[in-house]
């Protein structure tokens, strides 16, 4: 049977590891993170990316063991017998990435309506055709594109961090300090860190590419600690260049708080000119999220946990090409029966989802290295190894960010899980499920 083309090294896969993880958020989130924290903001997204690092970790070693496709859904499938559980994990993850995807499709039409007119759903629509189109022709290519996509997004948030850090060296030291003395308590400081951490989502993408990578075990996991450690030092500059370019309350109220740092530095520039990176963003976001979705499509039916039609590859262009379809399909299906206002509704979930899905991944690596102290193999012992504590202290992040998610955010999680619940069913039903959690070689 023929494979996935093992493309991917170790610069391309950190490469895509921060463009995926800078993605859009930076460039909306700080206001927010603001108007919770104020002027402590710096610690909120501090906290976040301790988060973010902890559950990196966990993703790294489980990686480092369990190269594959499935990711998530893999590891949770070694740790624990029964299969509707990493079926559960792998379509919360999915869940997440086609409602993210959808987001920043129909988000595009802010920044695109400025070079052109054109209606927002048929915009979206066409924007998923093309991702996906690139999606389909090689991971070569894709990683390729993500890789310009993301030097764009980096060269432009060191522009704000450049201007705004010439802007505040021509402040006294003292004002300095004054506008990043927390005057929060911790429970805006908390606040904040939940806004925040969704700016650092994406780093779990990588684990669904260890089938295309060219030495997954040990590169992965360096590209997923790279990756968090590169976007939370931007990410810090950012938030600190803002904070001394403007009060809290100004960011809180700014739609674009990244181009009014700008302006203030004294490199005023028209939408037309700043535009192109946040719509770079954006669409960099969009497209690792479809490849995520359909390698976690490709992932779980080869796992024997969706139809084994999904697992089809392409044989000239080596990529999973039903998937790529499936994703492609259900992302459009989501783009018309959302719209605008319902897809923020459907995007307060994600985060939610993806906490779900990182707490049963630190559950996992508890119950394997459990399972591994009871026996004599020694196999999984190799390769990258997180502190032991790691995976403890990851449970109880995801159970504190869980608690802040609203009762809406629940519901909807319930029902995406009866959704996954059905289709499992349908699919044991037809016999394409086995009885007992699958095992490969």
Not at 215 to 223: F, G, L, V
Not at 331 to 340: D, R, T, Y
Request: aromatic letters at 8%; glycine letters at 8%.
């Amino acid at each position: 049977m023929t494979g996935l083309s093992r493309q991917l090294g170790l610069s391309t896969l950190i490469l895509y590891g921060i463009g995926d993880i800078l993605g859009a958020g930076i460039y909306a989130l700080v206001g927010r993170v603001a108007s919770e924290a104020g002027t402590a903001a710096w610690i909120s997204f501090l906290v976040a990316a301790v988060l973010a690092a902890v559950t990196g970790l966990s993703y790294a070693e489980l990686t480092s063991r369990i190269p594959r496709a499935a990711g998530a859904a893999a590891f949770c499938g070694q740790a624990f017998r029964h299969p509707l559980l990493p079926h559960l994990v792998g379509f919360f993850v999915l869940a997440s990435g086609l409602t993210s995807t959808t987001t920043v499709s129909l988000a595009v039409y802010g920044y695109l309506k400025i070079f052109i007119e054109i209606p927002q759903i048929p915009a979206a629509i066409a924007l998923i055709a093309a991702l996906s189109f690139i999606n389909f022709w090689g991971i070569r290519e894709s990683a390729a594109a993500n890789n310009v996509l993301t030097v764009v997004e980096v060269l432009g948030v060191l522009l704000v961090i450049i201007v705004g850090l010439s802007h505040a060296a021509a402040r006294p030291s003292a004002e300095l300090l004054r506008a990043l003395s927390p005057q929060a308590g911790l429970g805006e400081i908390l606040a904040g860190a939940t806004i925040a951490f969704y700016a650092f989502i994406g780093f779990e993408d990588l684990a669904n590419l260890a089938e295309e990578a060219k030495a997954p075990s040990r590169d992965i996991p360096r590209a997923i600690l790279t990756a968090v450690a590169v976007t939370t030092l931007l990410y810090l500059t950012v938030v600190c260049v803002v904070l001394w370019a403007m009060p809290p309350e100004q960011a809180a109220a700014s739609e674009r708080p990244l181009l009014d740092v700008l302006k203030i530095g004294g490199w005023g520039l028209p939408d037309r000119a700043f535009a192109p990176v946040a719509l770079v963003a954006v669409l960099n976001t969009g497209l690792a999220n479809l490849i995520m979705a359909s390698r976690l499509l490709y992932g779980m039916a080869q796992e024997g946990w969706l139809p084994a039609g999904l697992a089809r590859i392409h044989a000239s262009r080596r990529t999973p090409w039903v998937a790529v379809l499936a994703a492609m399909l259900l992302c459009m299906v989501l783009v018309i029966s959302a719209g605008a206002e319902g897809v923020k509704t459907i995007a307060q979930t994600t985060s939610l989802l993806l906490m779900l899905a990182f707490l049963m991944v630190h559950l996992s690596l508890i119950a394997i290295r459990r399972r591994d102290e009871n026996s004599t193999l020694t196999s999984l012992e190799k390769g990258f190894r997180a502190p032991s504590f790691v995976p403890y202290a990851g449970v109880a992040a995801c159970l504190l960010v869980a608690s802040r998610a609203p009762l809406q955010a629940y519901l909807r999680a319930g029902f995406v899980a009866l959704i996954a619940i059905l289709i499992y069913a349908s699919v044991r039903r037809a016999r394409l499920l086995p009885g007992n959690a699958p095992t490969r070689s």
